[in-house]
């Protein structure tokens, strides 16, 4: 959104014209999820929705989470998916979109790893262009975050990131910097912690030194919700719109400083300039026929979907070409595993809620059921908070129908009919200021949902339930939950807080009805509905089960990795191991069964005890609801595997960066690894990864010509690097060609290799392709804190490329002068 001429003086002019009461108003939002707007000049209200890999009004499209976007490497699919989420969101009465998270990989544990794109700024920051640029191309809005160092969830709210200059402009700046400057973003979020001891919503040094004047943003700056902290210092400092609304800080107490002069009108005036600027350029309201041409949850949309998760699988083992599995030898395939029947996003604000899922087993059966025989087992469980309830074992008031009879009522006591009777649902949403259904309060409604439930084995089962606001089960008759006279803690605000553990018989009906009643006055409602069988159960007699099943099968296939939960906002991971006996699941699988395929369902890195014992390992990320499909389509080989790892996968916890400085120490989180972050540590510390940043196998192979760079180049000047890659293989595929670039001697200690390009090239059996890179200063630069500035130094620099950080294909000097 390029500044003009005639835009800057409408802007003056209504800005002249404004009282201070209206230019206030403008800098808080109207409600939970919009922002004010101003009838008298025709400024529209902007609508937010929670994203970044779907708009979570229901139902919607759910495309992979972010990690999984940014393993295909690919920047014109994730503009594309960027395309396809702004059309939902117009769709949905949206205008913008609350992504892309861009904030680094720093830890294994970070609760929300899965949502943002890796562990390299330059990864990150292209495929951040590429996303934000896919959604302002249908008109769409985007929503940076989270600006900046919001690398934990643990203390998040108080926490400082102690981080020094050179590793804050080095690693956790340049990808927000890339992305302000090619994209230009409606709005930059600032995060929820304090940055060397400042909160981000009122960090000068941040928001108006570096994001607004040294890179030139015009957009807005709007605080996460309920990130600000002051009346005064936040706007005075570069927050420009306070979130939630209606206004806590600023508001009337906002005109009270101003009056008081505890700060000029001046401050208040330059934020104003923003929002009115961003709602001119938003081009709100859109027309009818703008709108008609976004759909929500179009079989375009879901095909995209699987196409995104099918480029973002990962193929980190595949010992004698075990993969693709050939359906011609394997008569029989025994899919085994907690993950085989639920296909997790990550819990949290992003959490979106679409119309189905594809799990592997689904997957699976429809891929190749007709051509071997498929039978299950799941072995073991993964979820100590048991995962929310498949609409596959309910039924509705009918008998017929797979989920729930739900009744919404306009009013949150139940009271008279209906006002809207839907089939086929299940008790699971989250809402932000939206209604449940058109033509319900948002504010204050009831929900009913009846019918019957069975449970796939005899057995004690777990029925629990989540809410904000007040829900209630009552089960075979017996009322087992109340949230009023109740409350049981769970590890995060979306976690189970209510349940009970009941004796059930294998397909018998139970009838079940769950109601929820909203009566709070904030605009937010949430319930989740969970059933199943606790962790914490003895599960020797499964895995021997699930072995035995492997042992008469010709291919196992174990689908492992977290459940919904176990990842997801406001708590970090408590460990790196896989949960539950998942790893004993594997070992003894194998052990069964030499044809043993493990497939991780997961957002961050986990560790693998069982990697030696296992022959073909794939990681899928999150890969949204087509993600079963696409499993299904990759190991059997309708799909050649084209994903590298965006993050360093460790072998041991103790091996990674901050090991022994992500704790919290006095709410501080001190940096202490410097630059050295990522694949950098590993490579400066000589230590050996599982699989390295980067790496991902194929069922092709590739091979690199020369790597050719001028001898000698001057700075300033833009350095141009080409190699030549072929498929040697006998199947078309996808090669990224990765570009890391080293400087040999320098004033300040560097890391060994910095990625600075990357290109995915799909060639056929035999064909070749030249891949070129312009590199220009800052992919030679360090940031020199004295100066305060970026530098580059005279001398050598090695040019490297290969298919990841460690597996360098061809090098070539470049002399800088």
């Known amino acids: 959104m390029p500044k003009s001429a005639n835009l800057e003086s409408r802007v003056e002019s209504i800005l002249k014209s404004m009282t201070l009461a209206e230019k206030t108003a403008l800098l808080s939002g109207s409600s939970t999820m919009a922002s004010a707007g101003n009838e008298r000049f025709g400024l529209p209200s902007l609508v937010m929705t929670d994203g970044p890999h779907g708009v979570t009004s229901p139902p919607a499209t759910r495309f992979p989470s972010g990690v999984a976007l940014a393993a295909s490497w690919d920047t014109e699919l994730v503009k594309q998916v960027g395309a396809a989420m702004a059309e939902e969101v117009i769709a949905k009465g949206k205008d913008i979109l609350l992504g892309p998270c861009v904030n680094m990989a720093r830890h294994p544990l970070g609760g929300r790893n899965f949502e943002s794109m890796g562990e390299d700024p330059w990864l990150a920051g292209r495929l951040g262009i590429a996303y934000v640029l896919g959604v302002h191309s249908r ?20 926490g400082s990131a102690e981080v020094d200059e050179r590793t804050l402009r080095e690693i956790y700046l340049p990808h927000f910097e890339m992305i302000v400057k090619e994209a230009r973003p409606w709005t930059v979020m600032c995060s929820y912690n304090r940055i060397n001891g400042v909160y981000a919503s009122q960090n000068r040094r941040l928001l108006t030194d570096i994001l607004k004047n040294e890179w030139g943003y015009d957009g807005v700056v709007v605080s996460d919700w309920g990130a600000n902290h002051t009346i005064v210092d936040s706007v005075k400092n570069g927050l420009d719109l306070e979130m939630p609304g209606p206004a806590r800080y600023y508001g009337k107490l906002l005109i009270d400083a101003v009056i008081n ?9 330059a934020a104003a300039r923003r929002m009115i600027r961003l709602a001119l350029r938003s081009g709100r309201p859109l027309s009818a026929a703008a709108r008609k041409r976004c759909a929500a949850n179009s079989p375009e949309h879901q095909a995209l979907s699987r196409r995104a998760a099918e480029a973002s699988i990962t193929l980190l083992k595949n010992d004698d070409a075990l993969l693709p599995i050939d359906l011609r030898a394997a008569r029989s395939i025994a899919v085994i595993g907690p993950n085989a029947t639920i296909m997790p996003c990550g819990s949290g604000s992003s959490w979106c809620t679409p119309p189905y899922v594809v799990t592997p087993l689904d997957g699976i059966k429809a891929l190749v059921g007709k051509k071997a025989r498929i039978e299950y087992a799941q072995g073991c469980l993964n979820d100590p908070n048991v995962p929310a309830v498949n609409a596959s074992l309910l039924r509705g008031t009918d008998g017929k129908r797979r989920g729930l009879t739900a009744f919404y009522f306009d009013n949150p006591a139940f009271a008279g009919k209906p006002k809207v009777i839907r089939h086929g649902m299940v008790p699971d949403f989250t809402l932000h200021g939206q209604p449940p259904v058109n033509g319900i309060n948002r504010l204050n409604f009831s929900i009913r949902w009846q019918g019957t439930i069975r449970a796939p084995e005899s057995g004690v089962f777990r029925v629990r339930a989540a809410c904000w606001g007040n829900c209630r089960v009552v089960f075979d008759g017996r009322q087992i939950i109340d949230t009023r006279t109740r409350r049981i803690g769970g590890r995060s605000w979306f976690d189970a807080q209510w349940f009970e553990d009941i004796p059930l018989i294998k397909d018998r009906a139970y009838a079940i009805t ?27 007699a499964s895995i021997r089960a699930a072995a035995e099943l492997a042992r008469r099968c010709d291919v196992a296939v174990v689908c492992a990795g977290f459940p919904g939960s176990w990842e997801g906002e406001a708590n970090d991971r408590p460990h790196m191991d896989l949960p539950g006996r998942q790893n004993d699941l594997i070992t003894a699988v194998a052990a069964a069964n030499p044809n043993a395929v493990v497939l991780v369902v997961a957002g961050s890195p986990v560790t693998m005890p069982w990697i030696d014992r296992v022959p073909a390992v794939l990681y899928a990320w999150y890969p949204g609801m087509e993600g079963g499909a696409a499993l299904a389509r990759v190991i059997t080989g309708a799909v050649n595997p084209s994903g590298k790892l965006p993050v360093t996968l460790p072998k041991r916890l103790i091996d990674t960066p901050a090991f022994l400085t992500y704790t919290p120490v006095d709410n501080a989180m001190a ?18 990864p599982l699989f390295p940043f980067g790496h991902g196998l194929s069922y092709t192979t590739f091979e690199y010509g020369a790597l050719h760079v001028p001898k000698k180049a001057q700075r300033g000047q833009l350095v141009r690097a080409a190699i030549e890659i072929r498929n040697s293989g006998k199947r078309a595929g996808a090669e990224v060609v990765q570009l890391y670039v080293r400087d040999m001697e320098s004033s300040l200690i560097r890391p060994m290799r910095e990625l600075k390009g990357f290109r995915k090239v799909f060639l056929k059996p035999g064909e070749r392709a030249v891949v070129e890179f312009k590199l220009d200063d800052r992919s030679f630069a360090m940031y020199d804190p004295e100066s305060g500035r970026w530098v580059v130094e005279p001398g050598e620099f090695v040019i490297e490329a290969g298919g ?14």
């Not at 160092?149 to 709210?157: F, I, S, T, V």
């Not at 940096?671 to 050996?688: H, L, Q, S, T």
């Open 261 to 269: 002069r505890e700060l000029g009108e001046a401050d208040i005036n």
């Open 514 to 540: 769950a109601e929820y009643i909203k009566t709070q006055n904030e605009e937010s409602s949430h319930m989740r509905l969970s059933f199943g069988k606790s962790c914490d159960a003895d599960q020797d």
């Open 139 to 158: 008109g769409a809005g985007t929503s940076l975050k989270h600006y900046a160092c919001n690398n934990q969830e643990d203390d998040r709210l108080r």
């Open 671 to 688: 940096y202490g690894e410097g630059v050295f972050m990522g694949y950098r540590w590993y490579d400066a510390r000589d230590i050996a």
């Open 804 to 817: 990841s950080s460690r597996e360098i294909q061809a090098r070539a000097v470049v002399m800088m002068k």
